[in-house]
Structures are given as structure tokens and as C-alpha cells.
């Protein structure tokens, strides 16, 4: 800059400053919106209990747009309420997902799911024979948060419905509800989930399967002294896997 520069001055003030980016919602097509009454377990005023496929995340995040969330807003199910986030389940689980229509059941059920007064079961298929002696699994789970190291007490219990040198059948019921709680806990003891390529052991040979073996199949709870007891058939993928294994 020197002397006799030309200098132009805009009025900015009418901008402001933001850092978030505009959110994208993910708009189904009629043919995707349609097939969700296939999945409908329960459907009432307050909330609604979905088979949850395998391979679709529960809301949209950085590495996914398609989601739950924004199919069902757009299903007859919600059309005078929207969606409530009261528990989550990984992209690659299938099962039992609750979803609340109104910020009263969604408190509940959060409150519900904090006093461990909802109880889920999850069926899995891992690799090898898992010990007999294990009934309880307890860990100490490390998560990093901004770089922060967090560690949480995880409790499972677990019950082998089958087994052979292969594979384990697995009935396990999550007393916590850490992330990737089963799946970090299988991988402890040795027995990942087939079809998990996060949590598995390198010196295993894997099984080329595009589903995680894992599935939520039960969940019960009460209101207002009515006992809601609800399961959740699993996918033909699991299904023929469970078949051609024991």
C-alpha cells in the first residue's frame, strides 16, 4: 500500500459471522417411505417401536446422510408430531428401536433408560467357542473426547444359546449402555461379532459378510403399570448365517 491507493469499503455489518453449517435433511423417496410399515412393530399416540434394518444410522452424522430421523418424518406415523431420540442403536445393528412422538414420552423414556428400568436383549454370532464359565462380562471402556480420555464401567451379561469350534450363538443382555458396549465387550473376551470390521482380531481369518452378526431383539418395559413387551424377527442374512453354522 502507498500513498494515492484506492481503497473501497463494504458494509459488512449486514453479515454475521456463523460456524455452523446449514444442516441437510435427508428426503426419502414414496417407494423408501412405503416400506417402513414393514418394519411398524407398535404404533400409538405416544410412541412407536420400528425393527430397525441393518445398515442405517439413527440420525445423520459426518460419514452418513440417509437415516432414520428424516424417513420417519416423512411416514403417515408422524404426521401431527415429529421424532424423539430416546436410544440409539450402531449403523450396522439391526432390531427394536423406540422412537417418541412427544417431548413428555421422550423425557420418560430417557428417564426410564437412565434408572436401567428398560430391559434389552441382543441376539450375536461371534467367532469361536466362548467360555462356559463367563456369565458376566465387566469392563472398563475407554472413550477420547477432545482428545480426552474417558473411562466407564460396562456390564453385560451373556448366555451362550449355542456353540461348536466355529462359532457362539449369544443371548446377551447390557446392563449400561455404553458405545459399541457388546461389541468392545466380545472383542475383550475373544469372541468378536462376525461381520464386525471395527472391533475383530487381525491374526483371524474373517467371514466375508456384509451384516454385523448383532441384533436387538427384545425389549420390555412399564408405564403407568402396563408391562410392554415387544421382539423383533432378524434379517434373512442372519437368519441363513445361523442356519449353516450350528
Known amino acids: 500500500m502507498q500513498t494515492g491507493d484506492f481503497i473501497e469499503i463494504y458494509d459488512i455489518s449486514k453479515f454475521k459471522p456463523t ?86 414420552y421422550a423425557q420418560l423414556f430417557t428417564s426410564l433408560f437412565r434408572i436401567r428400568k428398560i430391559h434389552k436383549t441382543y441376539l450375536a454370532i461371534v467367532y469361536g467357542k466362548v467360555n462356559k464359565s463367563i456369565k458376566i462380562m465387566r469392563d472398563d471402556l475407554i472413550y477420547y473426547e477432545n482428545n480426552k480420555k474417558i473411562t466407564q464401567k460396562a456390564i453385560s451379561n451373556i448366555k451362550i444359546i449355542k456353540s461348536n469350534e466355529g462359532y457362539s450363538y449369544l443371548e446377551l443382555n447390557p446392563i449400561t449402555g455404553r458405545k459399541h458396549q457388546l461389541r468392545k465387550q466380545l472383542l475383550n473376551i475373544g469372541n468378536p461379532i462376525i461381520g464386525d470390521n471395527k472391533y475383530f482380531l487381525s491374526n483371524r481369518k474373517r467371514v466375508k459378510i456384509k451384516n454385523l452378526m448383532l441384533h436387538a431383539y427384545k425389549i420390555k418395559f412399564m408405564i403407568n403399570d402396563v408391562q410392554y413387551n415387544f421382539k423383533a424377527k432378524y434379517n434373512s442374512t442372519f437368519e441363513n448365517f445361523l442356519k449353516k453354522s450350528f
Not at 407398535?42 to 444410522?57: H, L, Q
Not at 428424516?70 to 403417515?76: Q, S, V
Open 19 to 104: 460456524d455452523n453449517k446449514k444442516k441437510l435433511k435427508y428426503l426419502p423417496k414414496e417407494k423408501e417411505i412405503d416400506t417402513y410399515d414393514d418394519y411398524v412393530i407398535e404404533n400409538n399416540e405416544n410412541f412407536i417401536v420400528i425393527n430397525k434394518p441393518t445398515g442405517i444410522p439413527v440420525q445423520s452424522g459426518t460419514k452418513s446422510f440417509k437415516n432414520i430421523i428424516d424417513i420417519l418424518k416423512n411416514t403417515k406415523y408422524f404426521d401431527n408430531s415429529k421424532p424423539f431420540i430416546v436410544h440409539r442403536l450402531d449403523k450396522e445393528t439391526s432390531g427394536i428401536l423406540i422412537i417418541a412422538k412427544n417431548r413428555k
